[in-house]
């Protein structure tokens, strides 16, 4: 079992930061990687970015390629998103979820974060 658990949302102005953390508990030392999710009012869920566990290889969503950063720290076993350039359309419920296996499904899932992006 890994329980996920996401901070640092809130309300920001369109083109500023923030950066979002999803903090690991459990079995970590298993985790394939970590996967960033969002979900808009009214639109399906959209993949933002991931970050294999051990290696550090990152992949990004073509929307948010360019403003955000994926990052992994093992000593807090705690994966970060770094979203800059915020526009309204960022505006979302953000997940972190954990895929177990290379081939698998993302298992695991945290209760999200809301990030509000405001003109």
């Known amino acids: 079992q890994v329980q996920l658990e996401e901070s640092g949302g809130g309300l920001v102005q369109a083109g500023g930061s923030l950066r979002l953390s999803c903090a690991a508990s459990g079995r970590t030392v298993s985790i394939y990687n970590i996967g960033w999710f969002r979900r808009a009012p009214g639109k399906d869920r959209e993949f933002v970015a991931r970050i294999t566990w051990s290696a550090g290889l990152t992949d990004y969503g073509d929307s948010v390629k360019g403003r955000v950063t994926i990052s992994r720290d093992h000593a807090e076993n705690t994966v970060y998103l770094e979203m800059n350039s915020l526009k309204l359309e960022d505006t979302a419920i953000y997940y972190c979820?954990?895929?177990?296996?290379?081939?698998?499904?993302?298992?695991?899932w945290g209760q999200g974060t809301q990030v509000t992006v405001s003109s």
């Open positions: 979820a954990a895929r177990m296996r290379q081939r698998g499904t993302y298992e695991y």
